[in-house]
Nanobody, 122 residues
Framework: QVQLVESGGGLVQAGGSLRLSCAAS????????VGWFRQAPGKERESVAAISRFGSGTVYADSVKGRFTISRDNAKNTVYLQMSSLKREDTAVYYC???????????????WGQGTQVTVSS
């Protein structure tokens, strides 16, 4: 199993940038694909981005393409979500999730973090 902890959320002005981190426990982090998800009040959870085990494969939701970048550093057991040109619509609780061996926007992930709040003001 793997345990995940998100950090880096906060309040940011529209047009600004923020970097989220997802820190994982253990020494087998490279065995997991990782995805970022978000959920705004009153809305369903939606997929944001995902990254393969070694970072060579990435996928993004259309709503964030060109603005968000997912990356990972397996030596640090950490996945990042760099968010730029933030919009008010990006306000949500952001979660990272992991699944052994696979990644993508539509998979049922097995392990989830507690979430971190991102609020974009205007």
């Amino acid at each position: 199993q793997v345990q995940l902890v998100e950090s880096g959320g906060g309040l940011v002005q529209a047009g600004g940038s923020l970097r989220l981190s997802c820190a994982a426990s253990g020494r087998t982090f490279s065995s997991y694909g990782v995805g970022w998800f978000r959920q705004a009040p009153g809305k369903e959870r939606e997929s944001v981005a995902a990254i393969s085990r070694f970072g060579s494969g990435t996928v993004y939701a259309d709503s964030v393409k060109g603005r968000f970048t997912i990356s990972r550093d397996n030596a640090k057991n950490t996945v990042y979500l760099q968010m730029s040109s933030l919009k008010r619509e990006d306000t949500a609780v952001y979660y990272c999730a992991a699944k052994l061996s696979v990644y993508g926007l539509d998979y049922a992930y097995d392990y989830w973090g507690q979430g971190t709040q991102v609020t974009v003001s205007s």
